[in-house]
C-alpha cells in the first residue's frame, strides 16, 4: 500500500507537496479550519515540524491563516480557493488508484478489505490513545439470515484450519450440520443469532432443542476475527442461554475439545461443567475431545 500510494516519492497523490503536507489539506478539507495546536495532535508531528510545513503552504496559496472566534489570541488555517482545488485533485487520485484496484475484487472481497481496514484503523487509533475499542457497531440478530449457513462455515473453516490443521473433511462435515440445522428452525425450539457489523456477519450461535430426552445442544459457536475481543462471543452466548432458560430444557449440552481456553471460560462463566473429555482420532489429528454440560435454571416461562 505505502508503494502504490506513492508514499515512497518525494512527493504524494500527483502533487508536489510531501506526505505531511497532503496529510494537512485532507484534514483541513474535512474539517474546515483548524488551529496550529489541533494540527499537531492529528499529525503526530512535533510543534516546529508543523509550524514550517504551515508556513510553506501558506507561502504556496493552499491555506490562510482566518481569526479564531473562539480564541482572539490565535488564529485558524483553512483552505484557500487554490488548495480546495489541490485537494479535489487528491481525491480524484485516490479514487482513481484505490477504485482501479478494487475493480479486481469481488463485491464480497470488496466488503471485506473496508471492513478489515476499519477495523485495523480503529485499532491502531486504540492503541495509540489507551482506550477500549467500542462494541456499539456489532448487532446481534436472531433467526435465520441469507447468507448465514455459507459464513458460518467459513468462519468454522478458517480458524480450525489455522488452529487445529481441520481441513476439507472437518469444512464438509460443519456444512452438512450447519445446513440440516437450518432446516429445522420452524421448530420454535431451535433457534440461530448472528452477530452483525453492519450487515456482515461476524459471528453465530444456535440452539438445537430437539435433543434426546428433553435437552438441547448448543451449536455453531465461532467469531470471525475482526469480531474478536470485542464482547460479541458473550452476547451471543447470552442470548442463547435466555433461550435454553426459557424453554426449560432438561439441560443444554456442547462438545469441544481441549484447548480452546477463551471459549470454556466462557461456557463455565454461564454455568456449563465438563462432564467427559476423551482423546479420539478425528479430522486427520488427534483431539481431545470434551462434552459440557449446564443443567436446567430457574422456572421456564414456556411448556417444554
Not at 172 to 178: K, Q
Not at 239 to 256: Q, S, Y
Request: charged share 25%; aromatic share 8%; proline share 3%.
Amino acid at each position: 500500500m505505502v508503494r502504490e500510494l506513492g508514499f515512497m516519492q518525494a512527493t504524494l497523490a500527483a502533487t508536489d507537496y510531501p506526505p505531511s503536507s497532503v496529510h494537512t489539506i485532507v484534514e483541513l478539507g474535512n474539517h474546515d479550519s483548524l488551529t496550529a495546536v489541533e494540527l499537531v495532535g492529528m499529525l503526530g508531528l512535533e510543534k516546529s515540524s508543523v509550524s514550517r510545513m504551515v508556513r510553506k503552504l501558506i507561502e504556496a496559496g493552499e491555506i490562510e491563516e482566518v481569526p479564531n472566534e473562539q480564541d482572539a489570541r490565535s488564529k485558524k488555517l483553512q483552505l484557500t480557493d487554490q488548495g480546495r482545488q489541490t485537494l479535489r485533485a487528491v481525491d480524484a487520485f485516490a479514487v482513481q488508484r484505490v477504485g482501479a484496484a478494487m475493480a479486481h475484487l469481488s463485491e464480497v472481497q470488496q466488503q471485506t478489505v473496508s471492513a478489515g481496514l476499519g477495523h485495523y484503523a480503529t485499532a491502531l487509533r486504540t492503541q495509540r490513545l489507551g482506550t477500549q475499542p467500542s462494541t456499539a457497531s456489532l448487532a446481534i440478530a436472531r433467526g435465520y439470515r441469507p447468507g448465514i449457513i455459507g459464513r458460518m462455515v467459513e468462519m468454522h473453516a478458517s480458524y480450525y484450519v489455522r488452529y487445529a490443521n481441520f481441513g476439507q473433511p472437518f469444512e464438509s462435515l460443519v456444512a452438512s450440520d450447519m445446513a440440516e440445522l437450518m432446516g429445522r428452525l420452524h421448530n420454535p425450539r431451535n433457534e440461530v443469532w448472528a452477530a452483525l457489523d453492519g450487515e456482515r456477519i461476524v459471528g453465530s450461535i444456535a440452539i438445537d432443542g430437539e435433543g434426546e430426552g428433553g435437552g438441547a445442544l448448543l451449536r455453531c459457536f465461532i467469531l470471525d476475527d475482526s469480531a474478536r475481543g470485542k464482547g460479541a462471543g458473550k452476547r451471543l452466548l447470552a442470548e442463547a442461554i435466555k433461550f435454553c432458560d426459557e424453554w426449560g430444557f432438561r439441560e443444554t449440552r456442547l462438545w469441544t475439545f481441549k484447548g480452546l481456553d477463551a471459549a470454556r471460560k466462557l461456557y463455565e462463566d454461564v454455568g456449563f461443567t465438563l462432564e467427559q473429555e476423551q482423546e479420539v482420532e478425528q479430522w486427520g489429528g488427534r483431539i481431545t475431545g470434551q462434552w459440557f454440560v449446564r443443567p436446567a435454571t430457574g422456572n421456564p416461562s414456556v411448556e417444554a
